[in-house]
RNA sequence: GCGGGUAUGGUGAAGUGGUUAACACGGCGGAUUGUGGUUCCGUUAUGCGUGGGUUCGAUCCCCACUAUUCGCC
C-alpha cells in the first residue's frame, strides 16, 4: 500500500501527525538518518532502532553503481537486502549529479556525468531513477530532480524549474511499484515567484507527498527559511513535507515551525565520525584538549553512549582514529535529533511550540560562538 | 683505542654567509546540511648540539667539546 498521512494537530504552523507504511506507522515531525550505501554508516540495525529512529534514507544512485538495482532485486529488495524492517526513502540521485559530478552535462533527456567511483560515463534519467528505486522497492521514492547550485541567475532557476517539472512528470508515468509512494519535489532558489510556479505546478501532478528541495547547497539560515516560507503555503495539507537535507538542530525546529514533517540529513553521523557531538549546550568537538580528562558523559541524554561512556574515552577513540568513537558518537547524535523531534512534537500536541524554540536555543546556543 | 660521517621544531627531514628557516607527519583550533567514510581550512621553530673563532654579518666557514652512527683493532 501507499503510506497514508494523518494530521492530528497543528500548532501555530507546525504539525503533529503520523505516517502509515508497509513497515509501520511513525509519528512526524521526523529526522531520517541518512544511510546512502543502504547502511547507516558504522550502525546495526538494532543499534539505529535504539535510538527510537523510526525512518531512514538511502540513495539510488549510489546503490545503481554499487551493488546495482538487480542485485537488491533478487535479495528480495532494499529491507531484506539490509536486514533492516522499518521503512526506507530513496533519494532520486538527483542531488548526487550536484554534489559529485565534476563534468555534468544536463539535457532535456537526462543527465550525462561521470562514475565518482571509475570515471565511467553515465546517464541518468528520470525514467531510469524511478525504475531502479521501483526496484529497490524503498517505501518512499523521490522524483528526479534537478539541484541547482547556489546562487545561480534567475534565467537558470526558470530553466531549470520548468525542466523538473517535466522530468517529474516523465518519472510519475513510469513508475509502476504499487507498493511504493513517490514524492514530488518543489525548486526555485531563493526566487519566490519560481518557488510558487514549482509549488503549484508540482501538486497538479498529484503526489504521495512534498519536498521542498535545493536547500542546504550554500546559502545563508535567513534565505533557507525564506525558501520554506515561499513553498509550504501551497502544499496540501494532507500530505507529507519533507524539507531535504537538513539536519542541523535550530533548522529542524525552524522547518518544523513552518509546517515541515520530515527532515534527513548526514549531520549526525558525519559530524559523529569527525568527533562532534550535538549536546543541550551547542555542538562540542570532542577532539578537544579540554576533553582530555574529562570524565563526565557526552550530553544530557538518555542514549547508550551517554549512560556508558565518558567524553574522555570517546576523545581517546576518535584520536586514535578508532571506528568505535564514530559509532558511539553516532548513536548519540541521532538520538539527540530523533529526541529533538520527540520534544518537538509534545510540544505541538501541548500548544507550547514557540516556547519550546525559546527554551532550546537559550540553551543550545550557550556555549557556540 | 683509531679513523670517517652526522648533529635543524614533538617526529622525519629540506636549506642558505645577509630582511619572514621548505615540506611532511604530529599537536592545537575551525569547518562540515537529499555522505566520494580517514575530508577540507587555519595555526604551530625569536630557532638550526655546546663553547670559542673568522666576518660588517653565521644555522650555513674554522677549532674544541659533547652526543650519535659506521668501519677497523
Known amino acids: 500500500m501507499k503510506i497514508k498521512y494523518k494530521l492530528k494537530h497543528i500548532d501555530h504552523n507546525a504539525r503533529y501527525g503520523t505516517i502509515e507504511t508497509n513497515y509501520g506507522t511513525f509519528e512526524t515531525p521526523m529526522?531520517?538518518?541518512?544511510g546512502t550505501l543502504a547502511n547507516v554508516k558504522t550502525l546495526t540495525p538494532e543499534e539505529l532502532k535504539?535510538?527510537?529512529s523510526a525512518i531512514i534514507l538511502s540513495n539510488t544512485y549510489h546503490l545503481w553503481l554499487r551493488p546495482g538495482e538487480g542485485v537488491i532485486d533478487k535479495a528480495g529488495g532494499l529491507h531484506k537486502f539490509m536486514n533492516y524492517d522499518g521503512p526506507i526513502l530513496t533519494d532520486s540521485g538527483g542531488f548526487q549529479v550536484f554534489s559529485l559530478a565534476e563534468k555534468k552535462n544536463i539535457t532535456e533527456e537526462g543527465v550525462t556525468f561521470?562514475?565518482?567511483?571509475?570515471g565511467s560515463k553515465l546517464f541518468l534519467t528520470p525514467e531510469i531513477s524511478i525504475k531502479v528505486q521501483n526496484k529497490l522497492d524503498s517505501d518512499i521514492a523521490m522524483s528526479f530532480d534537478e539541484c541547482p547550485p547556489y546562487p545561480v541567475s534567475r534565467e537558470y532557476m526558470e530553466k531549470s524549474v520548468d525542466r523538473t517539472l517535466r522530468w517529474?512528470?516523465?518519472g510519475k508515468d513510469v513508475h509502476n511499484n504499487p507498493k511504493q509512494s513517490l514524492f514530488g519535489i518543489v525548486q526555485g532558489g531563493e526566487f519566490e515567484d519560481l518557488r510558487k510556479k514549482s509549488a503549484l505546478e508540482t501538486i497538479k501532478l498529484d503526489f504521495d507527498g512534498y519536498a521542498i528541495g535545493g536547500t542546504s547547497v550554500g546559502e545563508d539560515k535567513p534565505t533557507m527559511y525564506k525558501m520554506i516560507d515561499d513553498a509550504i503555503g501551497y502544499l496540501p495539507e494532507d500530505k507529507p513535507r519533507y524539507l531535504m537535507g537538513v539536519g542541523d538542530p535550530v533548522d529542524i525546529i525552524e522547518g518544523v515551525i513552518r509546517g515541515v514533517d520530515m527532515f534527513d540529513c548526514v549531520l549526525p553521523t558525519r559530524l559523529a565520525r569527525h568527533g562532534n557531538a550535538f549536546t543541550k549546550y551547542g555542538k562540542i568537538n570532542l577532539k578537544?584538549?579540554?576533553?582530555?580528562?574529562d570524565f563526565t558523559q557526552v550530553d544530557e541524554c538518555d542514549c547508550y553512549t551517554c549512560k556508558k561512556y565518558t567524553k574522555a574515552y570517546l576523545r581517546h577513540l576518535i584520536t586514535c582514529n578508532e571506528t568505535l568513537?564514530?559509532?558511539?558518537l553516532s548513536i548519540h547524535n541521532i538520538r539527540f535529533l530523533i529526541r529533538l523531534t520527540e520534544e518537538l512534537r509534545e510540544a505541538i500536541?501541548?500548544?507550547r511550540l514557540l516556547e519550546y524554540r525559546e527554551e532550546f536555543l537559550n540553551n543550545y546556543t550557550k556555549n557556540e560562538s
Open 31 to 34: 529526522f531520517m538518518p541518512v
Open 50 to 52: 535504539a535510538t527510537n
Open 114 to 118: 561521470k562514475s565518482h567511483i571509475d
Open 168 to 170: 517529474a512528470k516523465r
Open 288 to 293: 578537544n584538549l579540554k576533553f582530555k580528562e
Open 325 to 328: 568513537g564514530g559509532r558511539l
Open 349 to 351: 500536541k501541548e500548544n
